[in-house]
């Protein structure tokens, strides 16, 4: 059985920072993308970034409004995916979910939540202003 496990979320001020980890279980997603989604109250779930993993490097995917702010990495021995998020403001607040590919889909993919499998419970982030 599957199982993505989401941890690290919590409160913080804006500018600070929290890194999220996705423990994944049930089966490796080394060559797939696993990536995170957020879902402020009242909105419609969002890409926030994507990562996978090949023997020339990981490559990662981000959207517009948490780039060269957040940062995704994955260890593969540990099976699990990191979302490290800094310079956090207000509007990033949402409960923050973990995803998983079932199998190698393209890039033009990643921004799209149905083209995931397997999601975790989700973690809620919540910056104060």
């Known amino acids: 059985q599957v199982q993505l496990v989401e941890s690290g979320g919590g409160l913080v001020q804006a500018g600070g920072s929290l890194r999220l980890s996705c423990a994944a279980s049930?089966?490796?997603?080394?060559?797939?993308?696993m990536g995170w989604f957020r879902q402020a109250p009242g909105k419609e779930r969002e890409f926030v970034a994507a990562?996978?993993?090949?023997?020339?490097?990981?490559?990662?995917y981000y959207a517009d409004s948490v780039k060269g702010r957040f940062a995704i990495s994955r260890d593969n021995a540990k099976n699990t995916v990191y979302l490290q998020m800094n310079s956090l403001k207000p509007e990033d607040t949402a409960v923050y979910y973990c995803?998983?590919?079932?199998?190698?889909?393209?890039?033009?993919?990643?921004?799209?939540?149905?083209?995931?499998?397997?999601w975790g419970q989700g973690t809620q982030v919540t910056v104060s202003s």
């Open positions: 995803a998983a590919q079932s199998r190698v889909r393209s890039p033009g993919t990643v921004g799209g939540a149905f083209e995931y499998d397997y």
């Open positions: 990562i996978r993993w090949s023997w020339s490097g990981g490559s990662t």
């Open positions: 049930g089966r490796t997603f080394s060559s797939v993308f």
